[in-house]
């Protein structure tokens, strides 16, 4: 049996994907629908086929990701085929892309651990791809096929390409990753993303982001009214002396209501999350323009990846402000949202009538944990660690209902990222590990006083810890065993619970949250980390069928 080789793995998705785009191009007489579709189509193939022939992408892509782009290739090789005239028979005859697949399947072009972390991933697709076939007026189908695989490349192309270069990125990096024909949609706003947290940004960078994303953030405090659930407006003197309890948001302490006042006087409900001033940061003592410039670059990385919330579950930020005593940063609410429906995960967890909206149906918490799981790709895949994963720092919104408010399990909104959301800076200063609650979520390794900075491992074992705890129905925070325990045992006791997930979710979502927890994705700093998350949490979640 012939040893795979990614060399030739390479050029045959290259010459597969240029036989598509070829023998596509000769249809004599094509529709002006089949023609917009199929121009739409080359374009995204055309991108891709210009970064795989890229030699530092073509040395950095990873086989399993290297397989996708071939069966889904192949897929699309399978559509342009039913919709084959007779009088384009010979073009099609005339091309060797069906050798290529034939050839390439018997020798074993990819191997079969290979061929297993695809599939893995295609089932995310698998249900799509057949309701297109399926569906609609029989001469649509094949334009919603062909668009439903551009999509799907699209989509992918975002994960695959910019999680396999070094952080942070270079302009070097982030112009490697743009696509210059606009077509990898998806992959272009990761560009963005990276170039708004870029450390080294600087105006010439901005100007790729649109007017909105380039700031200045800074607010004028006057401009925001706080607001207690129960009492109305607070002075932001009075925060944290009287909301020491629970809202909607979480913990009082940590973010309010508010009422921000928008240029010409108009009033919009915002959401305001506090943060502390970091006093003992050396740098900060010595020039404040440290906190500053992070701060705008902590608000224009929630502007630029809130262009698509669906992606990165983000809330676009106002900006922010600087009061007596900390910073606050201020969330625009999604338009089609109002303030009463919101809530934390937590508070779902910790209050019964939430917390059996939640348990009400399986499919529910799966939902949930898919959503989380992907979202967390999709932010490594710029680079981007949370920090505080946990579900005080989770949001869910939904409507009311004849009396009773329907949660979108499927769209939760990530906040509480520890500021600013790089591994250097004044980040340790602004959340500390000494919270007993927030030692619930962070890794073993995260909290030693001498820790390595934020790594995405800690990520994927805090998600571990939420998915266990959306997995029992029922959050940690208050256990009494817990509270009489090590920090550094907490694991132990989240593993042993783990496993008796089987019973009540099934044996693929446990074995998900055991995979985030023992953390055995390889090297945490190696770029496949994100790939390996992708196929073994987030591939085995989209397994789950209910």
């Known amino acids: 049996m012939p040893t795979w080789d990614k060399e030739t793995a390479i050029r045959t ?58 069966y889904v290739m192949k897929r699309v090789y399978g559509v342009l085929r039913k919709r084959v005239k007779p009088e384009t028979q010979k073009c099609w005859s005339d091309s060797d892309v069906a050798d290529m697949f034939t050839t390439t399947d018997k020798n074993d072009s990819f191997t079969d651990a290979q061929q297993r972390q695809c599939f893995e991933i295609m089932l995310r697709w698998k249900e799509g791809a057949a309701w297109v076939a399926w569906n609609g007026r029989k001469g649509e189908r094949f334009a ?105 948001l979480g913990g009082e302490e940590r973010r309010q209501w508010g009422q921000f006042m928008k240029t010409g006087g108009h ?34 990385t929630f502007r630029t990846a809130s262009t698509d919330n669906r992606t990165f579950r983000i809330l676009y930020a106002e900006g922010w402000y600087e ?34 909206l939640l348990g009400d149906d399986l499919q529910n918490r799966v939902g949930l944990a898919k959503a989380l799981a992907w979202a967390l790709v999709e932010l490594h895949s710029v680079g981007w660690k949370h920090g505080s994963l946990r579900p005080d720092n989770i949001l ?19 906040i509480g990222f520890k500021s600013p959301p790089l591994d250097t800076g004044v980040a340790a200063q602004w ?3 000494g919270e007993w609650k927030t030692q619930l979520y962070t890794h073993p ?36 065993k817990l509270l009489t325990m090590k920090p550094n045992q907490f694991k132990e006791v989240f593993i042993e619970e783990a496993d008796g997930l089987i019973a009540t979710m099934g044996k693929a979502y446990m074995e998900v949250v055991l995979a985030c927890l023992d953390g055995t994705f390889g090297d945490a700093d190696r770029h496949g980390l994100v790939g390996e998350f992708r196929r073994r949490v987030c591939g085995k ?4 069928r209910i």
């Open 144 to 248: 919603n096929e062909i668009e439903f695989w551009g999509k799907v490349l699209n989509e992918f192309s975002s994960w695959a390409f910019p999680s396999m270069f070094p952080e942070p990125p270079t302009a070097d990096i982030v112009n490697r990753i743009l696509d210059p024909s606009g077509a990898l949609v998806a992959t272009n706003l990761k560009a963005r993303v990276m170039t708004a947290r870029s450390p080294g940004a600087v105006a010439m960078d901005l100007n790729s982001l649109v007017h909105v994303e380039q700031g200045p953030f800074k607010l004028n405090m006057k401009h925001i009214n706080f607001l207690h659930a129960c009492n109305g407006e607070l002075s932001p003197n009075d925060i944290v002396a009287k909301c020491t309890g629970r809202g909607q």
């Open 396 to 414: 869910l919104c939904g409507e009311e209902v004849q009396g009773q408010i329907r949660f979108d399990w499927s769209a939760p909104y990530i």
């Open 13 to 70: 998705v290259l010459e597969i994907t240029a036989e598509c785009i070829s023998v596509s191009r000769q249809d004599p007489h094509p529709s002006e629908d089949d023609v917009r579709t199929l121009q739409a189509q080359i374009h995204i193939w055309e991108a891709i086929y210009a970064k795989l022939a890229d030699d530092e992408i073509h040395n950095r892509i990873e086989p399993a990701d290297l397989a996708i782009y071939y």
């Open 541 to 544: 979640l989209d397994s789950i």
């Open 431 to 433: 959340n500390s590990k």
């Open 323 to 356: 009061g007596p005593d900390r910073y606050g940063v201020v969330y625009r609410l999604p338009s089609h949202t109002t303030r009463p429906q919101w809530e934390s995960l937590e508070n779902i967890l910790l209050k019964g009538a939430y917390r059996n």
């Open 267 to 300: 009033e919009v409900s915002v959401i305001v999350e506090f943060k502390a001033h970091p006093s003992q940061d050396a740098r900060f003592k010595a020039d404040g323009n440290v906190v500053t410039h992070e701060m705008e670059r902590l608000v224009r």
């Open 445 to 480: 390794a995260g909290q030693l006083v001498e820790s390595e900075p934020n790594q995405k491992i800690y990520d994927m074992y805090s998600l571990g810890v939420v998915l266990l705890e959306i997995g029992k129905l029922s959050s940690f925070v208050g256990e009494n």
